[in-house]
Structure formats: C-alpha cells, structure tokens
C-alpha cells in the first residue's frame, strides 16, 4: 500500500525539488496527494479521509509521482466539474498558458497549466517546451536531458510535441516567464 503524505509545507517540497533540479537528482515525489492549508480544516472533519475520499470531495490534488493512481485523477476531474471543495475556487482552476500575468502571480504554488506546445528547444541541460513566440516571456517547461529517458521508456517523446495540447502539474515559478520544471512523465499528459 502506498504512503499518502498531506503536506503541511509545501514550500519545502518546493525547495527539495528545486535542490534536486540544481544537482541534478532525479527525484521521486515522496506525496500522492496535497491538501491545500485552507481546505485542511474541512479535511480534517470528513469522516473518511482516505485519499479517494478527500479527492471526491474536491479537498485534494493529485501529485505526480512515478506510478500515478489514475482512478485519483478520475476523481479529482470529477470534483473539479462539479466545483467541489477548491475547485470552486478561481485560485485553483486550471490556467490557460496564454493567462502569463496570472501564472506569474500564482507563482511559487502548485498549479496546473493547459496549453499547445509552440516549439521545443533541445539545449545543454534542458529539452525546453514553450508554449508561445518569446520564450522570454512566454509559459515554459523544462525537462532535464537525464530524464529524458524516463519519457521514452513510457513511451513519450516530448521533443516532438509541437502543435500538442498538454497538461502539466508542478511547482509554478519564475524563470524568465512562469515555468514549472518536470521531473517525471506522471506530471504531463497530452490531451490530444
């Protein structure tokens, strides 16, 4: 049985993420599911508070880790359509990745972003996914060329997903534009 950990410091998480993108550590994500601070006092008076419980009442989100529960996610999209619980708030909808000034300000937070790949840029460090013309101010993402392997073995190949819709789920921050640094392939899915 998996471990679901309820992050009490998500900017911890951040942080270790952020160690790991510096070093170069593949990390893999030691939480299944967050709750964010506002919701935990709701959390904590459901009755049942197991995973599946928490994201039908819309109480949680699903974080990507190496071996994703897709019935989490089925339940998390159920919760969002119905507006449950966070997802009744605009602070937690899923962004677009033309909303920039918006990413921006919802910077230094888990977010999920939706947008069509405009190009990729394979460099040193980074396969980069740009999401319009100027990646100076556009929304990124950023894989790292050592994990890149971990794509291709799940059978992805991100270089070449240009003109793709796509989902992406992570630590929103600043890096020229909003930017959100992947690690794994459970943090992205393509829509088309």
Known sequence: MKHVILLAYPYRFFLFCVFCWFSGISAAYAADIWTPPAFREQANKLADSTPEALLAAGLAVVLPSPAPNQNWYDLEETARQAAKGLWASDEWRIKSAAETDLLLQQKNRFQIVRGTVTKTALKSEFLYLNFASDWR??????????????????????????????????????LNGP??????PAQLRVLD
């Open 137 to 174: 101010t556009d929304f990124s993402i950023g894989i790292r060329r050592a994990n890149l392997p971990l794509f291709r073995k799940a059978g992805l190949s991100p270089q070449d997903w240009r003109g793709k819709d796509i989902e992406v789920r992570g630590w929103l921050f600043k």
């Open 179 to 184: 930017f959100i640094t992947v690690t794994h």
